[in-house]
């Protein structure tokens, strides 16, 4: 726990990476320093004292619990309606952005079982490789699209809102996508019943929570999402499944926004860390640290230039500003939270080995680092586009 709090905060306090690297993108490096990959590799009697089976084994649950309520916060603070209010141009976007580097992603993977077989993991089909690594290359972060935007002030403004519609619709896609890949067909049964009874709950669930006073809702909420996710890995489908349709059939407003906004700082402030740092445990450059390297170059060229290329098509057919699309698309090609706990889910069912999984890691931290840099510049010399709402 020392080596958890101290190590990224350091590099990054001293290091003054904010304008490159947040805090959880240096948090994300540091667990792949600490793995075996690395720290594993130069000294392993050191790696072997400090992470002994029983230690990863505390680790990764306290990693599951906190990113199930990452998870959870992430569903609750899903706002259809908005979406709904500009659906035309936000699916049009969002379905572009998220369709061309899925594509370019999916091609990418096909050539990389065509040259070996270590990237499919023993429970895996190809098509679930495929489309899960096109997945990767196609999700956006949506909570690392948050503290950017933040830091770059255009959160609150409309072309953040847009943004935002655009990730979230993205973010349905993504756990829809997640669902197909993890489906049982010898325990469909099973999971329609559980979407099923799901369902029904959730409308009992919410009439409850529309009675409580808001301290009761914090508590029956965490109570619902342990059990949503237990029942969905029941069913067969992941827990993080369960988390996300956890959060999303509560409603933001029955919570206050500052309260929310408290919580997610702390849960990634004090438990997300480990979840980083179990992350990075997990990573493996047993085939060839360069094949693995030669691997996320790939990868990244088909994230960035498959986002680039989707919001570029979209903002061409809706008629943008020079120089919108752009800046669009940079912040949408965000990566690391999200599409590290859906490797992570993957890897776990054996879909990903976890050379996959290494390259996928180090493809979401590069691309994330690639965002602001990329759009501050272009910022300063668009002012028109900040206040445009579709």
């Known amino acids: 726990m020392i080596l958890i709090y101290t190590v990224p905060y350091l590099i990054w306090r001293v290091g003054r990476t904010e304008y490159w690297a947040p805090l959880v993108v240096v948090q994300i490096i540091t667990g792949i320093l600490l793995g075996p990959g690395i720290l594993g590799a130069i000294f392993p009697s050191y790696y072997a004292f400090v992470f002994p089976a029983p230690v990863i084994q505390s680790l990764n649950g306290i990693a599951m619990w906190a990113v199930m309520i990452f998870v959870w916060i992430a569903g609750i603070e899903l706002d259809l309606r908005k979406v709904w209010s500009f659906r035309s141009e936000s699916a049009i976007t969002a379905g572009l952005a998220l369709g061309s580097p899925l594509l370019f992603g999916a091609l990418a993977a096909i050539g990389l079982l065509g040259i070996s077989t270590g990237w499919l993991g023993p429970n895996g089909k190809s098509w679930q490789f495929v489309l899960g690594v096109g997945m990767a290359c196609a999700v956006t972060a949506l909570p690392i699209l948050l503290l950017f935007m933040e830091k770059m002030h255009i959160l609150r403004q409309p072309i953040g809102q847009r943004i935002l519609r655009y990730a979230s619709l993205d973010d349905i896609a993504i756990w829809g996508v997640l669902a197909l890949i993890l ?188 965002s602001v840099p990329m759009v501050a510049p272009r910022l300063k010399n668009l002012k028109s586009v900040l206040s445009r709402s579709s």
Request: aromatic share 12%; proline share 1%.
């Open 183 to 370: 489906m049982d067909w010898t325990r469909v049964g099973r999971q329609g019943l559980f979407l099923l009874c799901f369902g029904f709950a959730s409308v009992l669930f919410r009439k409850l929570m529309r009675s409580l006073p808001e301290r009761d809702r914090w508590y029956l909420g965490l109570i619902w999402l342990a059990a949503s996710g237990f029942i969905a890995d029941w069913a067969g489908l992941h827990f993080m499944v369960g988390a996300f349709l956890a959060g999303v059939v509560v409603d933001a407003e029955w919570f206050n926004q500052e309260d929310m906004d408290k919580l997610r700082h702390f849960v990634l402030l004090i438990i997300m860390p480990v979840f980083f740092l179990s992350t990075g445990l997990k990573t493996d450059f047993e085939v060839g640290g360069l094949v693995v390297m030669l691997a996320a170059g790939l990868l990244l060229i088909a994230s960035v230039g498959g986002k680039l290329a989707g919001v570029h098509l979209a903002g061409n057919i809706l008629k943008w500003e020079k120089g919108e699309a752009s800046i669009i698309a940079w912040l949408l090609q965000t990566k690391a939270l999200i599409m590290i706990i859906f490797a992570n889910v993957l890897l776990d069912k054996g879909i990903f080995t976890n050379q996959t999984f290494t390259a996928l890691l180090v493809m979401a931290v590069l691309s994330t680092m690639l």
